[in-house]
């Protein structure tokens, strides 16, 4: 397959809040981030440095432009509050909006350990939140 670049702009953020994988859309995504860090266990002692790979830690950030009356199939900050607020698991999907061959999507479990809405001044309502994920980040690579 010939190179291909991919746009920021074409991976997006989904969320099943009954845990299946019937993956609804935020309403107006305009960042989302998938992290993994691996935390560090200094295991150095007189016989020399040394490091151990310790817990891994993996979130996904995201921010939504907050708007009223959203269309059938999108996700709105008041549902991403009710789950955080409920402390809901629900089931997730990171990639394109429709995989082509090669196509790289991460799918897995979580749930909103934090809701943040801000109102500034002359700027759009936007809420962002942190999605914990529990468990393994499932990788897979659409076939052709």
Do not use: H
Not at 22 to 48: F, M, P, Q, R, W
Not at 69 to 79: K, L, P, T, Y
């Amino acid at each position: 397959m010939a190179r291909r670049e991919i746009s920021g702009n074409d991976i997006l953020l989904k969320i099943d809040p009954l845990g299946g994988t019937n993956y609804v859309l935020l309403v107006c995504l305009n960042s989302n981030s998938l992290e993994s860090t691996t935390s560090v266990i200094d295991a150095g002692s007189k016989c020399g440095p040394n490091k151990l790979p310790g817990v891994l830690d993996n979130k996904i950030q995201l921010e939504i432009i907050d708007v009223l009356d959203v269309a059938s199939g999108e996700i709105s900050s008041s549902e991403l509050f009710t789950l955080q607020q409920n402390k809901t698991v629900f089931s997730w999907y990171y990639g394109p909006m429709t995989p082509v061959a090669e196509d790289v999507k991460y799918t897995g479990k979580g749930f909103l350990a934090s809701w943040n809405n801000v109102a500034a001044k002359n700027t759009p309502v936007i809420t962002t939140c942190t999605l914990e994920i529990q468990g393994n980040i499932t990788q897979t690579t659409q076939a052709s």
